[in-house]
């Protein structure tokens, strides 16, 4: 992998999706720190399900701190380690209001002060809400990286940096979005789908699939496939 293929496979990511957004609902800066903390070990449409009640009834720390433990978890009973995560989350809007008047900030010394709040999650709040061109290096981002030879690394904070080093500047900004979604649904773990891939020429990987695949258009190749495959 050298830098012409680099900038090559962000150009097609770039073509294929030009505004890649994450899949979590949210509304304001703190309803994404919320859904994020939700979501590990979860998927975004059980965190969206979840989601959905909770914000309308607690969009802000005060009043999520307001429901309590009892009724934090209520609402997000469905997902995963939610015991924990509804501590770490009344926690987080305590100290979000006793420190930070509210506001969820903007740099990563803070926010990973706050209870729950690793670098990961830490860097997605921070290019979502704050654009700032931050990568945050999940299952999905880790695969596609070393599987490719796009930034090869044996950590997640190794692969981090390696793509920090070596995406193109105009493209940062959005890198964690195009990769993470074509993980998901194109350099899947058990199957990738190399037919249907825009960078499978660009692709250091060896043992591609060959057979067709029934997929989305290469104008879309991160459309989510149809419901029941």
Known sequence: MNARKRREIFQRFAKANPNPETELRYRTPFELLVAVILSAQATDKGVNRATGALFATAPTPETMLALGQAGLESYISSIGLYRSKAKHLLQTCAQLIAHHQGRVPATREELERLPGVGRKTANVVLNVAFNQPTLAVDTHI?????????????????????LLKHVPTPYRLHAHHWLILHGRYVCTARRPKCPQCVIADLCDYREKTLAPVEAPSLQDPFAPPEAGT
């Not at 880790?142 to 692969?159: C, H, Y």
């Open 142 to 162: 880790f695969r596609v990286a070393n599987r490719t030879g796009l930034a090869p690394g044996r950590t997640p904070l190794a692969v981090e940096r390696s």
